[in-house]
Every structure is written in C-alpha cells, then in structure tokens.
C-alpha cells in the first residue's frame, strides 16, 4: 500500500515518500483530510483546487515513491490501485490526469491516464496499459516499458484544456492508493536506515514556483496535445 492515510497525515505515504503540491498561475491548491465516509479506513485524502491563468493553467499533488526519490522499477508490476471519487469545477474545462513521473521525461510530457471524475467513491484496478502518452514530445517516443523502468511519483493533475481558463471548485479525493500485480522493487537502493535523516517538521503549502507553458494543437478533441513545462523549486 503506497498510502491509505490510516495514519492521519498528508505529508508521508507509507513508503515515506513525500506528497508534494502546485497551482500555476493564479490557481490554488489544498490538501485536506477525510475523516469520514473513507472508502478504506477512517481516512483519505481530498485535493480541492481553482484551475486559473491564461496560459494552459493546472494544478496537481504528487507523492514519491521513496523516501529518496529515486526511480524505481514498476515493470513487474501491473498497474494502480486507488480510490477515487471527484468532481470538475464550474467555469472552466479541465481534464483529471494521473501522471506517471519517469526520470527519462524531462519536458514533462508524462504518460497519464485520463480519469472521468465520479461524484461517487470508486476503486479501480488501472493497469499501467490504460496510461496513454501525450502526442508531444519525450513521451511520444518512448515506450510504456521504458516509462516503468524508472518510475520516480505518482502525480494527480487537473489540467485546464483551454489556454485562458478559470475553473473553481475542482475536488479529487483519493484513497488506497496502491501498485498491484507485485512488489515494488526499490532496485535503486534508497538510502533509508535506522536513522532517517529528515524530520516531520514540514507544514504543506504550495511553496513552488511554477512556470507552465502549454503549446495546445487541438487536432481532435480527445487528444490533448500541449506541453507541461512546470519549474518547481520545492522549499521543504
Ligand atoms: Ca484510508
């Protein structure tokens, strides 16, 4: 389990990887926790977000898979587990991705699957072949093999899917979030010992700096074609 937030915070999952957060632009983003109707549990987790800005605005949570942040191997696993429930906000269109967070990606052009908010909790099974690259970029060219051999976070992005947009009062609560089909092999040998070096002294806020630019070539409606390029300068 990469985390269920049985343990009543947002700033860990269960591997002690870090959940991180950005709004671009004028946007904003909170992370909350449920502590009641939970699909697993007592507790999950709500992101609550306004889209905002003129230029291909989003806004997004993510969580690493380590307390190192380093890559991992997924390719003997076969996809995710979580549950989810969510509603787009008003205003605005935006699209939910889940993103997969590969260090051979370096224009943001993640593979990212394409998920239909529900005002009801529900849990799926998402095998790593339902994620989809985008038609631009680094992403384009590779294969899902090679996106799930160096797997670094998991990111839940709501992307505006105009250029200007204003969209308030997205949510997307998520639960039980968990890489299925085997284990999570930590082939990069994350350098946790007894005597973890960090300390549970971090407050969250969206203390990123964030320089998005989408380049949209809407060629046909189901495909969005633009280009993240996020400069996030985490302050822990
Ligand atoms: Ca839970």
Not at 91 to 112: A, E, K, P
Not at 187 to 209: C, E, G, L, V
Request: proline share 6%; with cysteine; net charge negative.
């Amino acid at each position: 389990m990469l985390d269920d937030f049985e343990d009543g915070e947002l700033m860990y999952n269960n591997r002690e990887g870090y959940w991180t957060q950005w709004a671009s632009e004028t946007g904003t983003v909170n992370r909350t926790l449920i502590t009641s109707g939970a699909p697993q549990g007592s507790y999950a987790m709500q992101v609550t977000g306004d889209v905002k800005g003129t230029n291909w605005p989003s806004i997004s949570v993510a969580t690493n898979l380590n307390v190192g942040n380093t890559a991992e191997d997924l390719r003997n696993t076969t996809g995710l587990k979580i549950c989810m429930k969510g509603k787009k906000g008003s205003g605005g269109t935006v699209t939910f991705f889940i993103q997969l967070i590969s260090t051979n990606i370096t224009d943001y052009s993640y593979w990212r699957y394409s998920w239909t908010p529900s005002s009801n909790w529900t849990c799926l099974s998402i095998p790593w072949t339902n994620f989809m690259p985008p038609a631009y970029g680094q992403g384009a060219s590779l294969k899902l093999s090679d996106v799930l051999s160096c797997v670094r976070a998991f990111q839940w992005a709501i992307v505006a899917e105009t250029q200007s947009c204003t969209s308030t009062g997205n949510e997307w609560s998520m639960d039980a979030i968990e890489v299925y089909g085997g284990i999570i092999p930590s082939t990069n040998t994350p350098t946790k010992t007894n005597t973890p070096t960090f300390t549970r002294t971090f407050t969250p806020s969206n203390t990123f700096t964030n320089t998005v630019t989408h380049t949209s070539t809407n060629t046909s409606p189901p495909t969005n074609t633009f280009t993240n390029t996020p400069t996030n300068t985490a302050t822990q």
